[in-house]
């Protein structure tokens, strides 16, 4: 019998049992990505539901970014049914013949009359709700808005609802800061005050291995692909 050194046999059998693991294991990739910067993100303007279109320099971080996925497999890409998630996604993709679906569930918080205002516009024209605005409070929300715990509910849905359609497929979801958040916490199991645990920059990208029952964070609000100029701070 050769005489193997064991170093090798230590390779052989790791791959072994991640070649059995990933037969037995169904076992996905989830990439989370918020979307490019944006005239508002630039201004420090509450944006929402409101449908505001990618900035020149949002324009070119999706393209960074399509740079570093161009590597990568993708099997099925998701974003919110707004510009600016479903451009960064299109771009991001390079013209990829991969299916992009657009979705109202990933939309960001609905900000109500807060939309479009700056923070210091809000204690200027809401005195007595700014306070409130900026307290940790899962149950408040603005006038016409939603709250963290329904946006919570919201995004464990349609988490949940990706997951189990892509069991052990490659999925990129496009989406919002504030909202990714909440996906944060659904997926890694957490407590709902962990939504403000989180902090997401344009163009980052996060990654998971998803699993039937759970999902393991492997990368967080990663932006090595942006460079200089493109790099954007945590705007909302």
Same mark, same amino acid.
């Given at each position: $019998?050769?005489?193997?050194?064991?170093?090798?046999?230590?390779?052989?059998?790791?791959?072994? /049992?991640?070649?059995?693991? &990933?037969?037995?294991? &169904? $076992?996905?990739?989830?990439?989370?990505?918020?979307?490019?910067?944006?005239?508002?993100?630039?201004?420090?303007?509450?944006?929402?539901?409101?449908?505001?279109? *990618?900035?020149?320099?949002?324009?070119?971080?999706?393209? !960074? +970014?399509?740079?570093?996925?161009?590597?990568?497999?993708?099997?099925?890409?998701? !974003?919110?049914?707004?510009?600016?998630?479903?451009?960064?996604?299109?771009?991001?993709? #390079?013209?990829?013949?991969?299916?992009?679906?657009?979705?109202?569930?990933?939309?960001?918080?609905?900000?109500?009359?807060?939309?479009?205002?700056? +923070?210091?516009?809000?204690?200027?024209?809401?005195?007595?709700?700014?306070? /409130?605005?900026?307290?940790?409070?899962?149950?408040?929300?603005?006038?016409?808005?939603? !709250?963290?715990?329904?946006?919570?509910? &919201? $995004?464990?849905?349609? $988490?949940?609802?990706? /997951?189990? /359609?892509?069991?052990?497929?490659?999925?990129?979801?496009?989406?919002? #800061?504030?909202?990714?958040?909440?996906?944060?916490?659904?997926?890694?199991?957490?407590?709902?005050?962990?939504?403000?645990?989180?902090?997401?920059?344009?163009? !980052?990208?996060?990654?998971?291995?998803?699993?039937?029952?759970?999902?393991?964070?492997?990368?967080?609000?990663?932006?090595?692909?942006?460079?200089?100029?493109? &790099?954007? #701070?945590? *705007?909302?």
């Amino acid at each position: $019998m050769p005489n193997i050194p064991q170093p090798l046999i230590n390779d052989i059998r790791c791959t072994f /049992k991640c070649f059995v693991f &990933r037969i037995f294991t &169904r $076992m996905g990739t989830l990439m989370i990505v918020r979307h490019g910067e944006t005239e508002w993100n630039a201004e420090g303007r509450i944006q929402g539901h409101t449908d505001i279109g *990618l900035s020149e320099k949002g324009a070119e971080q999706a393209r !960074s +970014l399509g740079t570093r996925l161009a590597g990568m497999n993708i099997d099925v890409a998701y !974003s919110s049914d707004l510009k600016r998630t479903s451009e960064t996604a299109r771009l991001a993709l #390079g013209g990829r013949d991969i299916v992009l679906n657009e979705t109202a569930m990933l939309r960001e918080y609905h900000k109500g009359e807060f939309e479009g205002l700056t +923070l210091a516009e809000i204690k200027s024209q809401f005195p007595d709700e700014y306070p /409130k605005y900026l307290e940790k409070d899962l149950d408040y929300a603005p006038n016409g808005g939603e !709250s963290t715990r329904d946006v919570t509910a &919201r $995004m464990a849905t349609i $988490m949940n609802e990706i /997951k189990s /359609k892509h069991l052990d497929e490659t999925v990129l979801v496009v989406s919002h #800061g504030g909202v990714l958040r909440a996906a944060m916490v659904s997926l890694l199991g957490m407590p709902l005050e962990g939504n403000w645990s989180f902090l997401f920059g344009n163009c !980052s990208l996060t990654m998971f291995d998803t699993h039937p029952d759970n999902a393991v964070l492997r990368v967080f609000n990663d932006t090595s692909h942006l460079q200089g100029a493109v &790099r954007h #701070g945590m *705007l909302e």
